[in-house]
């Protein structure tokens, strides 16, 4: 004896069966994949240190050093800044005619992921200080409809800056070959209260930003 | 039954064909905007806040006005979906008229929803009488 089924209804069900599983497990994965703890990034110091007498080797991860910036209110701006704050951090430049405008649409999603969170801060530096002065900073900082006290735009010593850069991890030079004049990387970095590196996304992929933007309650949560 | 068969392969190889082509030609302009629009003013044409322009207002789309500003840029003040906007667009003297064609047909048929493609011809008589 055999079972008629209707092609139709064997597809119908084939449908059915693939499209209805896989966002499911897909959810699920994607719960998954955001850890409890993110890891440290970088490059570690071996150093030295006494305990109990005897000197023992300690790891320390690769940290922001100190720095001193003036932002677009004309503020000073330092590590002191972000004490006891986790920040994101990006360098850019307000004529950048090719990613950092979408950079700065995607940060603008973090910033308004967090609208009371007092302890995240965003810090945007400028890779043209010539070009970036302060009032036109603050001119971008407006346009974009965003405040100093939860995001900074910061320019300042023009070394200072790109030698800062490498500590972060991202890569900044001047070409004046490429559109805009500069090459740098689209990154966007999310540092710890004690100035380590804990994250790296692409400022230029919604979906990279989705992880920061669930990361950065993960951070929040540590002590 | 032959007759029909190989018919109806032809008819389907010459729909196939042409919406491929179809198809191409609008990866191609999808490109083309991405490359050399959509960063500023949003794979949707929705601008960013007031520090870039919407493509979303006729008035701006028009090709005797748009193909200017893509190949001279613009600044200064100017009024967009009643929005004020001041800022520099740079000049892209390397996009070619063709390409803006495409561009400017991508941009009215996306976020004007206007069929009617615009043509190099057009672009080119555009370019000719653009205003200081």
């Known amino acids: 004896m055999k079972i008629r089924v209707p092609a139709s209804s064997l597809l119908a069900f084939a449908i059915l069966f693939a499209c209805g599983a896989p966002p499911k497990n897909a959810g699920e994965k994607g719960e998954k994949n955001t850890p409890d703890r993110l890891p440290y990034l970088g490059n570690p110091t071996i150093v030295s240190k006494e305990v109990n007498g005897k000197l023992v080797a300690d790891t320390i991860p690769q940290t922001i050093p100190s720095f001193r910036f003036v932002n677009q209110e004309r503020q000073e701006i330092s590590e002191k800044t972000f004490a006891g704050k986790i920040y994101v951090a990006d360098f850019f430049f307000t004529t950048c005619p090719t990613i950092c405008p979408v950079m700065s649409a995607q940060l603008l999603r973090v910033y308004e992921a967090f609208p009371a969170e007092k302890n995240l801060l965003l810090l945007s530096h400028t890779i043209d200080p010539e070009h970036d002065t302060i009032p036109v900073l603050r001119e971008y900082a407006e346009k974009l409809g965003v405040t100093a006290d939860r995001w900074h735009f910061v320019t300042g010593n023009r070394d200072s800056i790109y030698m800062l850069s490498e500590f972060y991890m991202v890569t900044a030079e001047e070409a004046p070959s490429e559109p805009g004049g500069f090459i740098h990387s689209g990154s966007l970095i999310l540092i710890d209260k004690n100035r380590h590196i804990r994250g790296i996304y692409d400022g230029t992929n919604p979906k990279e930003v989705d992880r920061l933007i669930r990361d950065i309650p993960v951070l929040l949560r540590e002590p | ?132």
Request: glycine share 6%; charged share 20%; proline share 5%.
């Open chain 2, 1 to 132: 039954m032959l007759l029909v068969l190989s018919c109806a392969a032809i008819v389907i190889a010459i729909a196939y064909g042409t919406s491929s082509h179809r198809n191409n030609r609008e990866k191609e302009s999808r490109a083309l905007y991405e490359q050399y629009c959509g960063n500023c003013h949003g794979p949707k044409g929705e601008g960013l806040r007031q520090l870039y322009p919407p493509l979303t207002d006729p008035a701006w789309l028009d090709v005797s006005v748009a193909a200017c500003i893509i190949h001279y840029g613009i600044q200064g003040e100017i009024t967009v979906n009643g929005q004020t906007f001041s800022g520099t667009m740079p000049p892209q003297v390397e996009v070619r008229p063709d390409e803006i064609a495409a561009i400017l047909s991508y941009i009215r048929q996306e976020f004007l929803n206007e069929k009617q493609k615009v043509t190099i011809r057009e672009v080119n008589e555009a370019l000719q009488n653009c205003s200081e």
